[in-house]
């Protein structure tokens, strides 16, 4: 166990792990009879959004706790969490902290002191099932499970259409049978299915869990590489999209946005965050639609559900923690209103599942040609499998990505993931 956790605290440039919750907490402050907590979070668009709505409709069930609220990229917030969680101090630390759910058990099993346990404040069985694995340890629950990163297959129906097919030909499809239809219209448009940048492995992440699989054993420590015929059968669908010639291809965010905002593509399977960026290009209007994310081929218990990204909520273990729960609980814990704020305003779905029912969720979305989009991704948010993302998403995917330019390269697979496994065991254990 010493040896694990050592790996996980090198895997996150931890200084050590001495946490001492209780030494000059400065997370909460009393000004006159009112208390301030503060919360971190990134995304001034989204999450930062959110917080804010929040507090606007805690103000008016607690007025005496204000929520101070601090912008910060998430790359900073992850080293500044470690700095000072390492450091054997609480100084300096918020009340409220977001952390992506990939790395919600490196935190939460390297510093357990430094977590305020949620299970009091919140109902476990009141948010999207796939989310509580991440967000808890030994069913103690920590977390406040935020947005769902429920993917799907956002397409043109323009260009479906313009060869000679309709939604219903790509709809609830598997990798295989979706890169069929790509050949089909790349043949009768001439326009490649999708982008794909062949150093990020985000859709081999959505492709594993829709069998319910993961990087890891369900320890979500043992590195699972070789032998995991799931992870190999997404490996070859990666390595078919690029053969075959119907995938754009890009180096970065701003690459992969303009290649469908230009219409340059005319697929997009990724999570439902996306929506927004897709809706800034306005010419295209009614020429959209979603469907099911895409099964992996070859495996009868894979479903035409997944996840990509998402992120959830976290008391830390300082002064004004049960002020901060109280927060959370009467928000984000519990609030239908707040949700349907989220979604009216941002286009965020949370995982809050008594709000997944709400009759905001029906609106039809003109841009989407009066589909109700939110309501298919609510109904999918729920059939996600659950997975353990365990302590090393990011450490294996960084060996993975160069096992998939060995494969890209010519290498055979089966040896690519057996070396992979050999390098995660000597790195991870």
């Known amino acids: 166990m010493k040896k694990m956790i050592t790996a996980i605290a090198a895997s996150v440039t931890i200084l050590g792990l001495a946490a001492c919750a209780g030494e000059e907490s400065t997370g909460g402050t009393q000004v006159g009879g009112t208390q301030e907590i503060t919360a971190w979070a990134w995304d001034p668009n989204f999450n930062i959004r959110a917080l804010n709505l929040a507090t606007e409709i805690f103000e008016g069930i607690n007025p005496d706790i204000t929520v101070n609220v601090v912008e910060n990229a998430q790359d900073s917030i992850i080293q500044q969490l470690n700095v ?7 100084n300096g630390l918020p009340n409220i902290v977001l952390i992506e759910d990939y790395r919600a058990q490196v935190f939460l099993q390297a510093f357990p002191d430094m977590f305020f346990e949620m299970s009091d404040f919140i109902d476990v069985n009141e ?6 694995p991440m967000t808890s340890i030994d069913g103690r629950q920590y977390g406040v499970p935020f947005d769902t990163g429920a993917t799907g297959l956002y397409v043109r129906t323009d260009i479906l259409e313009s060869a000679g097919l309709s939604v219903a030909d790509v709809t609830d499809l598997d990798w295989d049978q979706l890169i069929e239809v790509g050949l089909q219209v790349k043949e009768a448009t001439g326009l490649p ?16 869990q829709t069998t319910g699989t993961w990087y890891t054993e369900e320890d979500g ?5 070789e032998g995991n015929e799931q992870l190999k059968a997404g490996f070859e669908v990666f390595r078919r999209l690029i053969d075959e010639g ?31 960026s897709i809706m ?3 010419d295209q209007a009614g020429n959209w639609a979603v469907v099911s994310q895409p099964r992996l081929p070859g495996f009868a218990n894979s479903v035409n559900a997944s996840n990509l990204g998402g992120s959830s909520w976290y008391v830390l273990n300082v002064d004004g923690k049960e002020a901060a729960a109280e927060f959370l609980a009467s928000t984000f814990g519990s609030s239908i209103e707040l949700y349907e704020s989220l979604l009216n305003e941002i286009g965020a779905i949370g995982t809050f599942i008594p709000a997944l029912a709400s009759s905001v969720m029906d609106q039809e979305v003109e841009f989407f040609g009066g589909q109700r989009i939110f309501s298919d991704f609510a109904d999918w948010t729920q059939q996600i499998p659950q997975v353990n993302f ?10 993975l990505a160069v096992a998939m330019q060995s494969y890209l390269n010519g290498q055979d697979l089966d040896q690519v993931l057996r070396d992979a496994q050999a390098q995660a065991n000597n790195q991870l254990n």
């Open 84 to 90: 000072m969680m390492s450091s054997g101090t609480a």
């Open 127 to 132: 948010f999207a099932p796939y989310k509580i």
């Open 193 to 208: 299915m999708m982008t794909l940048d062949p150093s990020d492995l985000g859709i081999i992440r959505s492709m594993i």
């Open 221 to 225: 420590i043992t590195p699972f590489i």
């Open 246 to 276: 119907i995938v754009l291809p890009v180096t970065d965010w701003s690459q992969f946005v303009s290649g469908f905002n230009n219409g340059d593509v005319w697929a997009v399977p990724t999570g439902n965050w996306i929506t927004a």
């Open 280 to 282: 800034a290009a306005e």
């Open 390 to 399: 365990g302590l090393h998403t990011y450490a294996l995917e960084d060996i």
